[in-house]
């Protein structure tokens, strides 16, 4: 049986009037539910969207290892539950808690994933409802995305904060170099949903690697390993387009390209999402 993890803090800041970014968050879950567009790309053929998330699981699961069987990790931005839901079927130990400042993701991640009534709590960042060194490891995908600078900073730090120090943190979050060489410069915004280097309706961004690596160290993080996705960037375009015509070719050409992503992978230069394996200071 999970265990029970106590919230702390104003238990009424999570029902605070939502803000535009909340309102288009709640929107986008209530439309899409538990599909991988609510999170990832609207315009994205599934079986591509398919393929970032085998990849982010992967990262998480790389990032992660070693944790104890019965660890408890934290899942910030968790929504619908799609990396909780596959780290509960791999690593069934592992409680999982999830934070979303979207309701509606909150309440179907609670269904989606299982556990306990906290498994699933509506907070926003920087605000989390756990106290310091609560958890032995955090994910954050996709998330701080949503926070100019220094804001994503100070989100980092209220997420660091809530892991032990001999804990780990695995982010994952848009490469500015590699949205521009997938929407080929900008050029085709509309198949993937937003324009490099800018914003989307969700108010979306993307990190060169410098910034990333100076966030993490001004967050009071210490940057272990960085890595991405490459191959599959380069290819991210042209296999939209396949995808349209032969689903089975377009996820063929992907499993192809996770062999050489990993050999290309470790310095995340170039790649569509960045990841890194953070620890506590």
């Given amino acids: 049986m999970d265990r029970a993890i106590t919230a702390t803090g104003d238990p009424d800041r999570a029902s605070v009037q939502a803000s535009e970014a909340r309102r288009v968050w709640e929107r986008r879950a209530t439309e899409c539910h538990d599909d991988l567009r609510s999170v990832l790309f609207k315009g994205l053929p599934e079986v591509l969207n398919q393929e970032i998330h085998h990849r982010h699981v992967a990262a998480v699961l790389e990032g992660l290892a070693g944790l ?12 619908y539950g799609r990396v909780s839901a596959a780290l509960r079927r791999m690593r069934p130990g ?23 009534p906290t498994s699933g709590v509506c907070a926003q960042l920087p605000w989390l409802p756990f106290a310091e060194s609560t958890f032995d490891a955090a994910v954050v995908v996709t998330c701080l995305m949503y926070f100019e600078s220094p804001g994503w900073v100070t989100a980092l ?17 848009p490469g500015w170099q590699g949205e521009f060489i997938y929407t080929v410069g900008g050029i085709l915004p509309r198949i993937l949903g937003r324009r490099a280097g800018g914003p989307s309706p969700t ?24 890595w991405g996705m490459p191959v599959l960037t380069c290819l ?14 377009a996820r063929r050409v992907c499993a192809a390209s996770r062999a050489v992503d990993r050999i290309a992978q470790t310095r995340g230069a170039g790649s569509v999402y960045v990841a890194a394996s953070v620890s506590p200071t």
């Avoid at 999982?96 to 989606?112: I, N, T």
């Avoid at 108010?203 to 960085?226: C, D, K, P, T, Y």
Wanted: hydrophobic share 40%.
């Fill in 236 to 249: 991210l375009t042209p296999l939209a387009g396949i995808a349209q015509v032969s689903p089975r070719t």
């Fill in 68 to 79: 104890p069987e019965n660890a408890v990790v934290l899942d910030v931005g968790c929504g």
């Fill in 94 to 116: 592992w409680h999982l808690v999830g934070a979303d400042m979207a309701r509606p993701f909150v309440e179907r991640y609670q269904q989606y994933v299982g556990g306990s």
């Fill in 203 to 226: 108010g979306g961004r993307a990190f060169s690697l410098s910034e990333f690596a100076a966030g993490v160290r001004h967050a009071g993080g210490r940057l272990r390993q960085i």
């Fill in 157 to 173: 730090r209220a997420i660091l904060q809530t892991v032990k120090p001999t804990g780990s943190l695995v982010i994952i979050e």
